[in-house]
């Protein structure tokens, strides 16, 4: 994972700024790596899933369209190695504020409606990484309505 990120880091970040840069491409890379994720709990990762995904990512992040594409590919690696949440969970806990983490969950919402459909366990998934997060029930239904609601 270190070895992906500091590739990534090198061709877009100045050196004076790598550690807080590396620090902040490494939540970026967390919070892809969980909308991937979840775009993969029902077992049938579909277009729609992939393009929430991405705009997500570019749309929280405020990412180029190549930036952007390079944290999803380094996403998809990092989960499709990963043996739990915790090391993207970890990241989010130790660094984000509690509204960076309700958006977290909000983008997880937006990734399992993707499909205008939400499986039980694309839901099972929002609340045990809300809950991973330390996101209340509250703000967990807050985001989860406010999803619902722009669907309509």
């Not at 100045?14 to 029902?42: K, P, V």
């Not at 998809?76 to 960076?100: C, G, H, K, W």
């Not at 609340?127 to 669907?151: C, S, Y």
């Amino acid at each position: 994972m270190i070895t992906s990120i500091r590739q990534f880091f090198e061709r877009h970040i100045l050196e004076d700024t790598m550690e807080e840069s590396t620090a902040e491409h490494g939540l970026q890379l967390a919070t892809a790596a969980l909308l991937i994720e979840m775009s993969r709990a029902d077992f049938k990762a579909k277009a729609q899933d992939k393009e929430a995904v991405r705009a997500g990512v570019q749309r929280a992040f405020e990412l180029t369209t190549q930036e952007t594409a390079e944290i999803v590919e380094l996403a998809e690696q990092e989960a499709n190695e990963a043996t739990s949440l915790y090391q993207f969970t970890s990241l989010i806990n130790r660094d984000f504020s509690p509204d960076q983490k309700a958006h977290v969950v909000e983008l997880l919402w937006e990734v399992a409606y993707a499909d205008g459909k939400l499986h039980k366990y694309e839901e099972h998934l929002v609340r045990k990484i809300a809950d991973l997060i330390h996101v209340p029930h509250r703000v967990f239904i807050q985001a989860k309505h406010k999803v619902m609601g722009a669907g309509d």
